[in-house]
């Protein structure tokens, strides 16, 4: 892939600000941007928005909305405010689409999780058809299934955003979360022909990490199924920009230029 056809997530670049991930991004050819919330943290959301309007980036998604099933610190209706205020930056900032991390309570039954998820999702939809603004719940791997997600796979992503049914909510596949299951390429197709298949994040599940969440590898850096999945996602029909999600103390620590330069290296032959 050449520059313009990847995206970056501007915590890949966690010690940028807002405004550097914009200008480095933007001057590397990158085609777009997703931006996690984290980033823009105290920032006037008009002028980064006029910013990233005035750059040659492509605004692909908010990072990140969800977290619906039961807290012992919030309310069922702080929990669907908290996702509202997500859904008022992402339009501020012109970004179409928000990324879900939908949660898990830990002693509640997947079932429970996943009927909570769906119901936090359901009390957004009336927001998300006044603004257009899409949410794209993303598959995580089993592993951050006690408290982080229920929904631990392309297939119960795929079975939750049928249930809810709606032309605003879909799916986000991430290469780190999804290269281990059977059957993969089915439930690719079938996420896509059902409408479902909103955007696609890329980086290496590494067998031998450091950390479970800051240790994550490049392209050709794991288990090397980004390639594999990159392509089922493409005979899919998949026509979006492949975005970038590595979450690494070890690139942090290194120069981000020369890291940014190190991310467009390893999707060139992708």
């Not at 955007?199 to 050709?220: N, Q, T, V």
Request: hydrophobic share 45%; charged share 25%.
């Amino acid at each position: 892939m050449s520059p313009d056809q990847i995206a970056i997530h501007t915590l890949t670049t966690k010690p940028w600000s807002i405004a550097e991930c914009i200008e480095h991004y933007a001057k590397a050819g990158v085609g777009g941007i997703s931006i996690w919330r984290e980033t823009i943290e105290d920032e006037d959301l008009g002028k980064v928005a006029k910013r990233l309007k005035d750059s040659a980036l492509q605004p692909i998604s908010l990072v990140r909305g969800g977290f619906f099933t039961k807290s012992a610190e919030l309310t069922d209706a702080q929990l669907i405010e908290r996702n509202l205020d997500a859904i008022a930056e992402a339009e501020i900032l012109g970004l179409p689409l928000i990324v879900l991390v939908c949660g898990a309570t830990v002693g509640q039954t997947p079932e429970e999780n996943l009927d909570q998820i769906e119901a936090g999702i359901r009390a957004l939809l009336p927001r998300l058809e006044e603004t257009g603004i899409k949410l794209a719940i993303e598959p995580l791997h089993p592993m951050y299934a006690a408290d982080r997600s229920a929904v631990a796979s392309l297939r119960d992503a795929n079975m939750l955003a049928r249930r809810i049914n709606h032309a605003l909510v879909g799916i986000a596949i991430d290469t780190f979360h999804v290269w281990w299951e059977t059957n993969l390429d089915r439930e690719i197709r079938d996420c896509a022909e059902n409408g479902h298949l909103f955007a696609l994040h890329i980086c290496e599940f590494k067998p031998d990490f450091s950390h479970p969440l800051l240790d994550r590898g490049l392209p050709g850096e794991g288990v090397n199924a980004t390639s594999r999945i990159l392509q089922m996602v493409r005979a899919a029909g998949f026509k979006g920009l492949s975005e970038v999600e590595v979450f690494s103390t070890k690139y942090w620590a290194m120069n981000q230029e020369q890291f940014l330069q190190k991310v467009i290296q390893s999707t060139a032959n992708l």
